[in-house]
Nanobody, 124 residues
Framework: QVQPVESGGGSVQTGGSLKLSCATS????????VGWFRRAPGKEREGVAS???????MYSDSVKGRFTISKDNAKNTLYLEMSSLRSDDTAIYYC??????????????????WGQGTQVIVSS
């Protein structure tokens, strides 16, 4: 099954920055709502940020002001710029695509196409 492919994860110190990418070469990204999700150790997967096909951008309270979601339609690539990273941002980060016009990160079941994830570790 074809999947989006995340990259850019790694280890960073508290307060540092990382930029994640999600290549969606099999899809025309502008035709989908897109989102970033994460699963921290011992926790359930949670939504982080999303851009709906109708243009609405949303962030979870835990990352608002620190993370920025964006996409490059010409490259069919989704990004998540993360700054002021904290230890509780440590997680596997996933990108996902949804066929729904107006969904967001709160509705994980509306996202049908998921990547394998990229690990982010934030340490002091």
């Amino acid at each position: 099954q074809v999947q989006p492919v995340e990259s850019g994860g790694g280890s960073v110190q508290t307060g540092g920055s990382l930029k994640l990418s999600c290549a969606t070469s099999e899809w025309i990204i502008d035709n989908y709502s897109v989102g970033w999700f994460r699963r921290a150790p011992g926790k359930e997967r949670e939504g982080v940020a999303s851009i709906a096909r109708d243009g609405r951008t949303m962030y979870s309270d835990s990352v608002k002001g620190r993370f920025t979601i964006s996409k490059d339609n010409a490259k069919n690539t989704l990004y998540l710029e993360m700054s002021s990273l904290r230890s509780d941002d440590t997680a596997i980060y996933y990108c996902a695509l949804s066929n729904y016009l107006s969904t967001d990160y709160r509705f994980q079941t509306s996202f049908s196409y998921w990547g394998q994830g990229t690990q982010v570790i934030v340490s002091s």
